[in-house]
């Protein structure tokens, strides 16, 4: 049974992997890989009854995590829909090519802290074009929103997929995590920003001509409030899961309820034509359905192997042959810009027990900030690349050539300072 679970989960995972040059998509891949596994796991067991218990157990972990993920997408297309996120695009404002390059990469880490990485990286990618003309100027901006919102994310529970995961499993808290990763991502930003920005200094901006549109514009009210009304329910969450001590999901979909409810007050007076596109159900209708479905193959695949204790064996396997703890989640790290960073967490949980790796410990700290940064070494390694990829049309090998060593060099950087701060404070 072993060896064939084995087997199926390598197909599977190198079927995701090589999404693009196979043209299969990825969720379709995890969906089998998750299909087969467990009925391969069912067959060899004869239990049905402990089958339907730990797949029951699986189920509701992973739903937790697609119920916080479906809620906050939905709430970051609505702040979108009535244009939000002019409240800081429009702030943006210099005409020094480097300038700009500082700004954006600030506002992306902090904006990705709050939204999430991929989100922000479509937002911010999308602002470039409205900025610059040039599309080798606008190809560099783009490798660094992507470090930028990979290393915002993952200092913060619902920045990043990965962190959030760690955040729902129990591995990290919030302010731990915030207090302990921040460091190391700011350093994973600066180290490549400051590079690019010297290899920019004394260009200057060559903006582009600004276009009218015809569709429906939000007002000025309308689009302030619904902006700090979404930012303030995902800065809330946090809160509300330390206070009540809930699942995150019921925070999301608390808050959920409320930016529905302001929106339909706010909209009332319009025709059903007119609000129909700030409307949730709107909404809804354009989150991206395919990731969720990914994480759902996924996360149930990757239960199949734990319940099947072959996470576990693997650990024993890494602690024995690499021995030190910070050299295997680095690793990790790096793997993760190959190859999608969610199964490479998901996996990391069920090797490594709670009891023997307490919340907070180094081991889920310092994987929340590989996992999350890892990706940005190469273009296809984060859901944030893949984004701009699809928006900017880069080239795998430029990005290679111009941006990989660049967030190689950042990786280590803030590695190092983690390793280092974590050695200082413990």
Not at 217 to 231: D, H
Not at 297 to 307: F, K, P, R, W
Not at 333 to 340: C, K, M, P, R, T
Request: hydrophobic share 55%; charged share 15%.
């Amino acid at each position: 049974m072993v060896t064939m679970l084995v087997i199926i989960f390598v197909l599977a995972y190198a079927a995701i992997a090589l999404e693009h040059p196979i043209k299969v998509n990825k969720s379709a891949s995890a969906l089998i890989g998750a299909g087969l596994l467990w009925t391969v796991y069912a067959l060899s067991m004869g239990d049905p009854h402990l089958v339907s218990e730990q797949l029951g157990e699986s189920l509701m972990g992973t739903a937790q995590i697609v119920f916080f993920l479906l809620g906050a997408m939905t709430i970051v297309e609505v702040v979108d829909a009535h244009n939000g996120f002019d409240v800081i695009t429009t702030r943006i404002k210099t005409t020094k090519l480097s300038t700009l390059m500082w700004m954006v990469g600030f506002v992306t880490f902090f904006l990705s802290a709050i939204l999430d990485n991929l989100t922000t990286t479509i937002v911010m990618v999308s602002l470039m074009k409205k900025l610059l003309r040039q599309r080798e100027d606008r190809l560099f901006f783009a490798g660094i929103i992507v470090i930028a919102a990979n290393a915002g994310g993952a200092w913060t529970p619902i920045g990043d997929v990965t962190t959030t995961m760690l955040w729902i499993g129990g591995q990290v808290t919030s302010l731990a995590i915030m207090k302990g990763v921040f460091l190391a991502s700011m350093i994973n930003l600066l180290v490549p920003l400051a590079v690019i920005a010297v290899m920019l200094r004394g260009r200057s901006v060559e903006g582009v001509e600004v276009q009218e549109s015809n569709q429906l514009q939000a007002t000025n009210l309308e689009k302030n409030l619904m902006f700090f009304l979404g930012l303030g329910i995902l800065v809330a969450v946090p809160v509300f899961k330390t206070l009540t001590h809930l699942p995150p999901f019921m925070g999301i979909l608390f808050g959920l309820g409320l930016l529905w409810l302001v929106g339909d007050l706010i909209h009332k007076k319009k025709e059903d034509e007119d609000k129909e596109h700030f409307t949730l159900v709107h909404a809804l209708t354009q989150i991206d359905m395919g990731s969720i479905v990914f994480f759902i193959g996924i996360l149930l695949a990757v239960a199949s192997l734990e319940h099947s204790h072959i996470l576990t064996s693997v650990a024993v396997w890494l602690d024995e042959t690499v021995g030190r703890q910070d050299v295997i989640v680095t690793i990790i790290g790096l793997v993760s810009a190959v190859v999608d960073n969610v199964p490479l967490v998901a996996a990391s949980m069920g090797m490594y027990s709670m009891t023997q790796y307490p919340p907070d410990s180094f081991l889920w700290e310092y994987m929340a900030y590989c996992a999350g940064t890892g990706g940005s070494i190469l273009i296809i390694g984060s859901a944030a690349g893949v984004a701009a990829m699809g928006l900017e049309k880069i080239d795998f090998i430029w990005y290679l050539k111009k941006i990989s060593w660049l967030a190689l060099i950042g990786y280590a950087a803030g590695a190092a300072a983690y390793v280092f701060q974590y050695q200082l404070t413990h």
